[in-house]
């Protein structure tokens, strides 16, 4: 298994610009997690999906973030319009029931100047 | 909802020593305890888990250790090598809440050759 793929792997942009930030979970996990990852936050989750139905999106920072899971195999996180201090490091994860950890994708650093 | 406490923020071993990695937990009801481990410019890995049926979990040189009754898990790495170095997050979870990790702040190993 190729694991969990993010896409792109790095992205850099101009405020007020839209960012699509892509994942395809492991084959047959039923779970998907967003998380940003900052040095002054830490790992924050965004929101999570299971069995593509978003269950909780609490830590979505505002409506300028928006998620979707249209199939099991495809996830996108979307910023619209795009501010500097969303720049950080946002990780895709998936898993299978609550008995297993999450497996992370190696992440996409968003920078917006 | 849980809270997550992490000590110390950053570690710094000689090579050969043990390190220790402590966390608490706030709701009892947390019964899934995951840590990973994250290298630069890589997404967090998970490294070992326990159950809250166990008091104890070996892999190798990495052990996991857990006091329900405290609510306090740790992270013990025997004989740390200069790969050992990166950044160590503990999580909890419980079933009520589905698949949702809660994170512990990190901790920043460094094993000095």
């Known amino acids: 298994d190729a694991g969990v793929i993010q896409s792109p792997r790095h992205e850099v942009t101009e405020m007020g610009q839209e960012v699509t930030l892509r994942c395809k979970p492991i084959?047959?996990?039923?779970?998907l997690f967003w998380y940003r990852q900052t040095m002054m936050r830490g790992l924050e989750l965004l929101i999570y999906f299971n069995n593509n139905v978003p269950i909780d999106d609490s830590g979505m920072p505002e409506d300028r973030f928006s998620a979707k899971m249209p199939n099991a195999s495809f996830s996108t996180l979307k910023i619209q319009p795009s501010e500097p201090r969303d720049s950080a490091v946002y990780f895709c994860?998936?898993?299978?029931?609550?008995?297993?950890?999450?497996?992370f994708g190696s992440g996409t650093r968003l920078t917006v100047v | 909802g849980e809270n997550v406490e992490q000590h110390p923020s950053t570690l710094s071993v000689q090579e050969g020593d043990s390190a220790v990695i402590k966390c608490t937990y706030s709701?009892?009801?947390?019964?899934?305890f995951p840590w990973y481990k994250q290298e630069l410019g890589k997404g967090p890995q998970l490294i070992i888990d326990?159950?809250?049926?166990?008091g104890e979990k070996k892999d190798q040189r990495i052990a996991v250790t857990l006091n329900k009754t405290a609510k306090h898990f740790s992270l013990h790495i025997t004989e740390t090598q200069p790969e050992d170095s990166a950044v160590y997050f503990c999580a909890a979870s419980k079933k009520a809440a589905g698949n949702k990790l809660t994170f512990g702040g990190g901790t920043r190993v460094l094993v000095k050759p």
């Open positions: 709701d009892s009801a947390s019964n899934y």
């Open positions: 994860a998936s898993s299978f029931g609550q008995s297993y950890g999450y497996t």
């Open positions: 084959s047959g996990h039923n779970s």
């Open positions: 326990i159950r809250s049926n166990v």
